[in-house]
């Protein structure tokens, strides 16, 4: 293993919606950390564990729990919208997500998806 990072991490900067986007990407060996801020700092700090029980195999339900910040409906939905394909992708793995955003629609989610993949570490 020697020459490879322990530690895998991509930042990217867009202005999304009109709004200065910041998005990191890191990958450790059980979790990848997604941290999207509009007001450059972390905000609410999201844990996206994939269930044990699952209706499809291969895709696993996510079971969301505010670690730090406001614990509100909204921001589970938002996250399981945003990074339900991380996990996924990096084969089911959990996820962390640190969200600070002032544009909630439709329009900036989708957006933030596409540079989360620009960001892809996993």
């Known amino acids: 293993m020697e020459g490879m ?3 895998v991490s991509k930042q ?22 997604v941290v999207v801020t509009q007001f450059g700092k972390m905000g609410t700090l999201v ?26 409906p909204l921001i589970h939905v938002f996250a399981k919208n945003l990074v339900t394909f991380v996990s996924q992708e990096a084969g089911n793995r959990a996820v962390l997500l640190a969200v600070a955003m002032k544009d909630r629609s439709i ?16």
């Open 5 to 7: 990072p322990l530690v």
């Open 47 to 72: 844990s996206l564990e994939p269930s044990e029980v699952a209706s499809d195999i291969s895709k696993p339900m996510l079971t969301t729990r505010v670690l730090l910040g406001q614990d509100e």
């Open 12 to 33: 990217r900067r867009e202005v999304l919606c009109g709004v200065p986007t910041q998005v990191v990407c890191t990958a450790f060996s059980s979790h990848i950390l």
């Open 107 to 122: 329009e900036g989610l989708k957006a933030l998806q596409e540079v989360i993949r620009t960001c892809q570490v996993w």
